[in-house]
Nanobody, 117 residues
Framework: QVQLVESGGGLVQPGSSLILSCVAS????????NAWFRQAPGKEREGVSC????????HYLDSVKGRFTMTRDNARNTVYLQMNSLKPEDTAVYYC??????????WGQGTQVAVSS
């Protein structure tokens, strides 16, 4: 059974930092690219960042560039999202995704991030 389990969300003040983690099980982790998505209330889910399984190259949504960093640890089957200088507009449920194409895509249950003063 494939599972992606996110953790690390919470309620923080603007300017704060959080680290999200996503642990995968039931898949050969190194075969999958990973991504973080988020969905704010009343909005569509959007891609925040993604990272290749081969060389760790990452890409980011323009609004988070320079503030968020995505990394992966293949030995721990884990991806991370370091989020710095958080803004109220970063408030959303954050979802972890693992994908290797041909319909092999999996989602975590999501972790809530709320940024408010």
């Amino acid at each position: 059974q494939v599972q992606l389990v996110e953790s690390g969300g919470g309620l923080v003040q603007p300017g704060s930092s959080l680290i999200l983690s996503c642990v995968a099980s039931g898949i050969n982790f190194e075969d999958y690219a990973n991504a973080w998505f988020r969905q704010a209330p009343g909005k569509e889910r959007e891609g925040v960042s993604c990272i290749r399984s081969t060389d760790g190259t990452s890409h980011y949504l323009d609004s988070v560039k320079g503030r968020f960093t995505m990394t992966r640890d293949n030995a721990r089957n884990t991806v991370y999202l370091q989020m710095n200088s958080l803004k109220p507009e970063d408030t959303a449920v954050y979802y972890c995704n693992a994908d290797r194409g041909w319909g092999h895509t999996y989602w975590g249950q999501g972790t809530q991030v709320a940024v408010s003063s």
